[in-house]
């Protein structure tokens, strides 16, 4: 069934299969069901042995996936031309608070090109829940920048308490969190579960949704104008206005930029995409098998961006702009920053260099399947969309 994807080594099995005990006995101590949101959550980030918690290699040619960070410079040089304006527009105290801050790529290349654009924040703070990336994260900066710049950096359990000026960066978080599956069936909402078959396999189950999701699940069919079919499963973050709240409440003055791969609303929900938008990635393949080797592999969900949208603006920011990832980086300077970094290497740089900008901005790579959407809060960030902006198809 999986003869595509490489067999992981016994111990990395071993581990999987304990998590899977784990997962098995927190269903039966539940009256037989999970909810998926559950599960997600779990062998993502259940301490010491979920995906993002336990030791191994996710990023990079060694791990299981390539965010647009760790392909290169470009992207995060890119982006910190976007940010540096906010950053010097909201003055000497200004923050940073990068979210998710994976293998510390992102923060390394930003704080570098912020540093040469005269721009540096007074504090640059990674919200890591994996205390694993944290400390790769935390070796990788200090080995790396000028330990006056290192010094501005630290890492929070939690977003900040107090009221901040300044950023907020996310890539590729929003579909790493733990998200709630629907499914419609003669009319009624229900909650996908996970549940146990008779071999102790995990097996989709149903339950009826919470007032919070059917609630979430009817605003989507009065936005589309339509009900969803009988059948018809997707996912859907109810909480996402929760969470930003939590994540830039205390945001006085400043800007948010949120990349991840995603749609519209009307595109997530298409008709004929029937079974969502979840996927698993293993070794550089994707494939749909959620449930297969619990704890060694991504699980991910595509974001609304509609959604994001509504829970931005409803936390009182302005929409800045919302575009392809390769309008964002064409209209932040990428070209320029390729020429730059063309004249500090050699030929085989070069044609590396080629080849990330190509995966950051060609259509068919990560081009137009990646999106941006930027917020403003007392701040002018309309520069940084200036290129391709699409939020009239919100
Ligand atoms: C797919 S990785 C992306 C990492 C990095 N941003 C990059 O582009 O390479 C998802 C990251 O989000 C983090 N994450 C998950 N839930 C989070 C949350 N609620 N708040 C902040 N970070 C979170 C994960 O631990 C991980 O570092």
């Known amino acids: 069934m999986h003869s595509d994807l490489p067999l992981p080594e016994s111990d990395a099995l071993a581990h999987s299969e304990q998590l899977a005990a784990h997962l098995r006995a927190e269903i039966l101590a539940q009256g037989g069901a999970m909810p998926f949101s559950r599960f997600m959550e779990l062998v993502l980030y259940a301490p010491g042995w979920g995906y993002y918690s336990a030791g191994a290699s996710k990023f990079g040619a060694a ?51 912020l540093a040469e654009l005269d721009a540096l924040p007074a504090r640059y703070a990674i919200l890591e829940p994996s205390a694993d990336l944290r400390q790769r994260q935390r070796q990788r900066l200090q080995d790396a920048l000028d330990p006056a710049v290192f010094a501005r950096v630290e890492w929070l359990d939690r977003p900040f308490e107090d009221e901040w000026d300044g950023a907020l960066f996310a890539n590729e978080v929003i579909d790493a969190l733990p998200t709630p599956r629907f499914l419609v069936d003669e009319g009624e909402v229900y909650e996908e579960t996970v549940e146990l078959d008779g071999e102790g396999r995990f097996v989709r189950g149903a339950q009826p949704a919470d007032m919070l999701l059917s609630a979430a699940v009817r605003h989507v069919e009065r936005y589309l104008e339509r009900p969803f079919a009988d059948g018809y499963r997707s996912e859907l973050l109810p909480q996402l206005p ?64 509609t959604a994001l949208a509504e829970a931005g603006t409803g936390a009182g920011f302005d929409l800045a702009g919302y575009c392809h990832q390769a309008g964002f980086l064409l209209g932040n300077g ?18 590396r260099l080629r080849e990330q900008f190509k995966r950051l901005t060609l259509p068919t790579e990560m081009g137009e399947r990646f999106q941006v959407m930027g917020f403003s809060r007392d701040v002018d960030l309309s520069a940084a969309f200036a290129m391709g902006d699409l939020t009239w198809r919100l």
Request: aromatic share 12%.
């Open 242 to 305: 929760y969470w930003i709240q939590a994540v830039a409440g205390g945001l006085r003055r400043g800007a948010m930029l949120f990349v991840d791969y995603g749609y519209t609303r009307a595109e997530f929900y298409q008709d004929d995409r029937r079974d969502g938008t979840l996927r698993a990635f293993y070794r550089h393949r994707v494939h749909n098998d959620v449930y297969l080797w619990p704890g060694l592999q991504d699980i991910t969900a595509s974001v609304d961006f």
């Open 63 to 113: 791990g299981d996936f390539v965010t647009a960070p760790e392909m290169g410079t470009l992207f995060a040089a890119a982006t910190a031309n976007a940010l540096a304006p906010v950053v010097r527009e909201v003055g000497p105290q200004a923050r940073v608070l990068e979210l998710g801050g994976g293998s510390g790529a992102f923060a390394e290349v930003a704080l570098g090109r």
């Open 334 to 351: 990428i070209a320029g920053l390729l020429e730059e970094a063309d004249e500090r290497t050699d030929e085989v740089g070069r044609v």
